[in-house]
Nanobody, 124 residues
């Protein structure tokens, strides 16, 4: 069992930056692909970024490509989401997810473990 705890959310003005962190409770998470998803009120959960277990592969949707980066620190089993040039439409609850795979999945149903989420609000 792996527990994920997100942190770093908050209120920021449009054009600003935030860095989210996701800490895993088990060192086994260093072998897991990890990802970030977000969900705004009344909308479905949306893929934001994913990273392979080694950190060598990443994937982003067009909506955040060039603005967001994902990285991981395996000794600490922590994943980071650096968000730059934030827009009001980035406002959502951001969730960290993990699963044991060599791939870099973008579908939420592939992920086994989920954090509780952290709120990101971007004001215009």
């Amino acid at each position: 069992q792996v527990q994920l705890v997100e942190s770093g959310g908050g209120l920021v003005q449009a054009g600003g930056s935030l860095r989210l962190s996701c800490a895993a409770s088990s060192r086994t998470a260093s072998a897991y692909a990890m990802a970030w998803f977000r969900q705004a009120p009344g909308k479905e959960r949306e893929f934001v970024a994913a990273i392979s277990w080694s950190g060598g592969k990443t994937h982003f949707p067009d909506s955040v490509k060039g603005r967001f980066t994902i990285s991981r620190d395996n000794p600490k089993t922590t994943v980071y989401l650096q968000m730059n040039s934030l827009k009001p439409e980035d406002t959502a609850v951001y969730f960290c997810a993990a699963t044991y795979t060599l791939a870099v999945p973008i579908a939420p149903e592939i992920y086994t473990y989920w954090g509780q989420g952290t709120q990101v609000t971007v004001s215009s």
